[in-house]
């Protein structure tokens, strides 16, 4: 089975590794040529356009940062939807709109061509130790036919549906709910320390309490005030508040918290922290209690 | 040692029964005295006052529902700590506010009596499993003196300072922190429902992704739409709002999370909700977003 | 002069006939057939497409009411772009995106037409009374020939800028304020209200300190909880405080009294507000605070 | 008819003078005495105690800062409330919050002396210009006969209800809407100057089309940064905040834009605007959305 795999970033280059080493027949492509040397040493392909890695493809897996970037990818004259072979399946696994998945589908379906979403959680460095979660949502037998590469990529496989927009919407809802425990681990570390107390000192107590990875890695990196470099930047975070909040918009639900999280966000990337991690949403937290930037 | 716990209710009734059980020798008061009979069966005697409770104890435990209860407790002319002799040790485990704590710490100390809080985190399930987790802060020999009964009652004993009202403000922390991870579960849930999917299939994802056993618990109380009889009422949460963002006030602490759990809460109760679950704030998010109350 | 006037509704239909009584030569033109009627008993002429309306007009006026209809009148085979004539000018008067208004602008001078934006303050009962205020952005002489054509529509002209957007900024703006003032009504008149007191007692105090037609407007339809038939509707609300949020958005300015402004009119939709006037944004806050809906 | 002025601060000072100038027989007392000295040679007496300056008043009124300083005032051995003559009348004019006034009726009824609640809208230089709006809540015959008094010092009294605290209730409400005009006055600025526009010009629409004072003498502030001298400090505002979400809370109304509102000042506060005057929000949306501090 030939696999094209195009987005080799943060998160995309681990991957696509996992992909060659589960032992498909892979060719890649990037923006950025150099980002796939290291893949060709590996054994895989590599293409001069997204259209050249597309046109022989059983699976096209795509992973770009942001929804403009795989715009580009897909395309165009040598876009990767145009040379896609009819009946091939495209894995959408970036994070991206709920509206644009559901076009994407359609676009598919119009050219005979199968489309899955496929968004993940995990951060770079539990895409490089196969930690990934992959939620996958689309038609069973596509579903059953990209199995064994999700597989290669991460820890488990959780199928959420038949209409692709779906796996989005649930990626966009975990999303919220991470930043949600980052803009409360910022306040609780900001009360406790202006009440004379040592953040680490909560901190192990939110890990004995919850009993979180998601609070335990994130409430490290905030108590010791580790902001760079990103494994998840502020900019990509306010990126999925907005797309979260589309969501809502679209279906008339009102989410305060979201909205909350979009305006911290969106202060924080004013306030000259976009490329932080988004966890310095507790540096924010800090610096509106007056709280100089020193680590306590 | 001789023991007297006073506060019987749906948390103290099982810890006390746990103290018991460890073999101190205990006496219990509890203002609706029925409450007392289970434990009089274990062995425990039990006081017509707090002051007769309170009259040959080493160690005074109280427990009680909010800070007016422990008031109504401590003060008057037959009321604990007029009666608890000199030397004694006072162990505070309710929920109060941080700046009563700190009344409390110097009231003691003037009468020269001793005085540890230590609030827990766990709902009553917990506590009758054992299952809770103690905050204890004050003077490191009190700490030492009430270990063996801190322990006979949760699953650990967590120091967090010499300063008694510290464990209040902690605890208040971790209220917050839950309540808000009650907030993203309702957004999320009426988000994926209004999305035409089941809030259980998000569910999922929550637990394998963020594997809390809190984000367990209420989240299936949520998608199950079941917020009666309340493990913790609402109207309680809403009081542990108001003493976080006292806490908050009195420290120059922006906590806009806070404040925002604090308005759904308040809502909640406005709307008829203050003797459900705190979960209920599941429900409120369902109802703001214009979904009928039916499972899904 | 000839001016063609595209949109008759709520608003376009009276600014229309004022246009047409200060004795300009006005060719019409309106979806829905019938609204042109009364115009042309006025003297007005009626075209059957907007193509046909553009085609010898000096000056173009489109008043719509979203950008989605504007969409519609301006684009396509028979749209007022392709058939407005070279050196033409447009003047729109609608609430749009301030992204969209820049492109307009890009697009009309790739066209060598002339574009002007130039939203309004005011409502229906406003517009019939001739009691708009006009906002104007684009090049001065553009603004100097429009002049005549938006003096005959309202009590003044206010010239902000010679970038169009600029006008739609300041629109938004404005609308979100407005809109704050409707949410501090709505809850202070709830506060009172559950006090024990009528609201229309403190609207009156409001009235006597904060001297302003839009308090007393608005809070007198909120005093009597009279949302209907809408003046403005809570649905078009929410479509404002979206534009200002992308507005927010784009120049990275965190506005959280907009994001709950719109979080309350979602609300208010899903709660099937969306048809009432905007000013039912206290009706949301009296039954947020368990008010029945009977009158004060 | 003798009268106590109790209070000679920004707004107690002008408000004395007014009093003494409409010809009533005046004794003050302010605790830093030197600001008495301009009373007395306008022809008041001065008191050493507040109990002397009560002693022999028909009518005693207290203007101060905040709640703990009228406790100062009116409690203790040569405290105000113990020398006050049964049957004279205490006009408490501070702002201070809805359950305070209300014990305080409750203590004056006690001892057979009369209070009515009348606390003023408008700043030190509407104080001084006679300006201010009095809001007055109590006995039908109590408010009679403090009106003589009441109408020496502004532009009209307001009669809000036989229960004093009703007044406070109001007056609070009016601040909270006072203080969501300034948040949007600076969020509005803030977008408005990131689209590359002066405040200025946006703040002329807000005059010309809201036409309302408040609008008018805090947006020139804001748009020109000028927060020192404060009219009203921060700080203050912040109490009121306080105040106004504790009479919210007490009567289960959620003020979602109060506790923005809240969040906001203490934000200031703690970022060192404590001292500015309140219009200081505007700077802090501008500090927020990475604007620097010089004028526009």
């Known amino acids: 089975m030939k696999i094209a795999f195009i987005g080799l970033g943060n998160m995309g280059g681990p991957m696509a590794r996992l992909v060659l080493q589960a032992g498909f027949d892979v060719i890649v492509y990037n923006r950025t040529a150099a980002k796939a040397e290291p893949l060709r040493e590996l054994g895989a392909k590599v293409a001069v356009t997204p259209g050249e890695a597309a046109a022989r493809a059983d699976i096209m897996v795509t992973m770009l940062a942001d929804e ?32 644009f998945s559901a076009q994407l589908a359609k676009r598919h379906a119009d050219l005979d061509q199968a489309y899955l979403a ?19 949502a689309g038609r069973a037998d596509d579903i059953k036919r990209a199995r064994p590469v999700l597989e290669s990529m991460g820890q488990g496989v959780l199928e959420v549906g038949d209409d692709p927009a779906q796996a989005n919407t649930m990626k966009l809802a975990g999303n919220y709910m991470i930043a949600g ?14 009440a004379g107390m040592p953040a680490a ?18 409430g490290g990196q905030i108590a010791a005030e580790r902001f760079s470099p990103p494994g998840f930047k502020m900019r990509l975070g306010l990126k999925d508040m907005r797309l979260v909040l589309a969501a809502a918009d679209a279906s008339e639900t009102p989410m305060p918290l979201a909205s909350l999280l979009h305006d911290r966000m969106l202060s924080a990337a004013a306030r000259g922290m976009g490329d932080l991690d988004w966890s310095a949403l507790g540096r924010l937290a800090a610096q509106d209690a007056g709280l100089s930037l020193e680590k306590t």
Do not use: C
Not at 123 to 133: M, Q, S, Y
Not at 181 to 194: I, T
């Open 201 to 218: 000192q909560f901190f192990d107590i939110v890990n004995k309490v919850f009993k979180s990875p998601v609070y335990e890695n994130y």
């Open 181 to 194: 425990m980052l803009q409360s681990l910022g306040e609780s570390f900001a009360l406790v320390r202006k």
């Open 118 to 136: 496929a968004p993940v959680f995990g951060r770079p460095d539990a895409a490089a130790a196969k930690k990934l979660w992959v939620l996958a």
């Open 68 to 99: 403009a970037a795989l715009r580009d990818i897909l395309d165009g004259r040598d876009g990767a939807v145009a040379h896609l072979p009819r009946g091939a399946l495209h894995i959408g696994m970036s994070t991206v709109s709920v509206a």
